[in-house]
């Protein structure tokens, strides 16, 4: 995830294409890297998802609530996240429907202006309560805030409270050298519907 962002950048980052689609895994490879997301007690029952060459496809249904799946912001990150049921409501067909587009070729400023426009007319709805997306997996290479895909530590984002960095006593200008605020915690999607509380567990110890 990156710094504080209007709302128009941050889902700009997480739809941007390049004109690329992100290299196929190995779908066992794939499935594992997915449910290293989630924690041990929810990876058995969750729900998975993996790529294909039209964009996502449910490899498996769930039974508690939970979806896996390794999200690709940018065509080269790598993103396995595990949602909650909320999360999946309204996180992940946003990302269903950016595989699909990259898949049909369309370019970034076409997907941006897609996924804009379905936000704006309420398709991709936002959430309407707090909840959890886990990003346990020690494999995540994530955008930062300038676009560019650095290793992060394993974390749990909290989403659904609109707060902002400023909320949590946060200085957003005042960056670590991944380009994210420094602080124990930090919000992506500053003050907007879908806000994230960022907050890494790697090693129970702050960012260096």
């Known amino acids: 995830m990156s710094r504080i962002l209007t709302l128009a950048a941050f889902l700009a980052i997480q739809t941007a294409a390049n004109g690329q689609v992100p290299a196929q895994m190995d779908r066992q490879e794939e499935i594992a890297l ?4 989630c924690p041990a007690s929810i990876a058995p029952s ?13 490899v498996r249904d769930g039974q508690n609530g939970f979806s896996a799946i390794v999200q690709h912001s940018l065509p080269t990150s790598q993103e396995p996240q595990c949602m909650d049921t909320e999360a999946a409501r309204t996180f992940l067909p946003r990302m269903l429907k950016v595989a ?35 990003m346990l997996s020690t494999q995540n290479l994530v ?3 300038k676009g560019v895909v650095v290793p992060f530590p394993a974390h749990v984002m ?47 110890k702050p960012r260096e």
Request: proline share 8%.
């Open 34 to 37: 997915a449910l290293s997301a």
């Open 100 to 134: 699909e587009l990259r898949a049909q070729g369309k370019s970034a400023a076409e997907i941006q202006r897609v996924v804009a426009d379905a936000v704006a007319h309420g398709v991709f709805e936002t959430p309407s309560r707090p909840g959890v997306n886990y």
């Open 158 to 204: 909290f989403f659904g409270t609109h707060l902002t960095n400023a909320d949590l006593g946060i200085d957003a200008a005042d960056l670590d050298p991944d380009g994210n605020p420094k602080g124990p915690t930090f919000v992506a999607g500053d003050g907007s519907p879908y806000a994230l509380i960022i907050v890494p567990v790697s090693a129970n």
């Open 46 to 58: 969750a729900a998975v998802y993996v790529l294909d060459k039209s964009g996502y496809v449910k």
């Open 143 to 145: 955008p930062n805030a």
